[in-house]
């Protein structure tokens, strides 16, 4: 059963242009909404994350959107730029318990120079 | 302040064979979690040790074992190796509280034949 489900697969936007990855999730105990950053050769990196008590979190050009009653997330990336170019993954704990943090399967964008 | 670090980077087993891999944590952390990511895929929870002890397990079977020393450093051991153990096994250290970011590692990938 997965748990966190994102979309899409793969994505590709043109340099400048507003990159969206979408996550959805099941189990409403969930209080933790990461996003991370992966490049090649190296491990996930937190770029930014959410919390359910509030529905918009923006860090420079990274904005996180989050749907309590849809129980839906999603990352926007605005004014893409090639060095964005990786693979992202939604995911999402009960911080507190063991803290495990439960991922989606990734997006991996590519932004045209 | 040094980073978390894992070894080897890679490795190449057979099948049935055993593999320790090895994890030192960021300074000033005293938690370690260890996931499985395979290719294309979001990492997976192997589990989770706080301060030596386990503190929580994801949906592995017992032949994934780990430890961790007084240094906070860890092991995660794979006995009776599976072609499907073949995967990045990446390790994260945080530094123990609820709400604690968990810093990655670059993650050693292991080649099972």
């Not at chain 2, 002890?53 to 007084?70: A, C, D, I, M, Y």
Request: aromatic letters at 12%.
């Amino acid at each position: 059963q997965q748990q966190v489900k994102q979309s899409p697969q793969s994505l590709i936007v043109q340099k400048g242009g507003i990159s969206i990855i979408n996550c959805a999730y099941e189990n409403t105990a969930f209080d933790y909404f990461p996003w991370y950053q992966q490049f090649p050769g190296k491990g996930p990196a937190l770029l930014i994350a959410i919390r359910p008590d509030v529905s918009e979190k923006k860090e420079g050009r990274f904005t996180i959107s989050f749907n309590k009653s849809a129980k839906q997330f999603s990352l926007h990336i605005m004014d893409s730029q090639p060095g964005d170019s990786a693979t992202y993954f939604c995911a999402a704990s009960v911080q507190g318990r063991d803290d495990k943090i439960i991922f989606g399967k990734g997006t991996r964008l590519h932004i045209l120079p | 302040e040094t980073g978390v670090t894992q070894s080897p980077t890679h490795l190449i087993k057979t099948r049935g064979q055993q593999v320790t891999l090895r994890c030192s944590s960021q300074s000033g952390h005293n938690t370690v979690s260890w996931y499985q990511q395979a290719l294309g895929q979001g990492p997976q929870f192997i589990f989770q040790y706080y301060r030596e002890e386990e503190n929580g397990r994801g949906n592995f079977p017992p032949r994934f074992s780990g430890l961790q020393f007084p240094n906070y450093s860890s092991e995660l051991n794979v006995n009776a190796l599976e072609l499907d153990d073949s995967a990045l096994y990446l390790c994260a250290s945080s530094e123990g509280g609820a709400m604690d970011e968990q810093f990655f590692g670059p993650g050693t990938r292991l080649t099972v034949l």
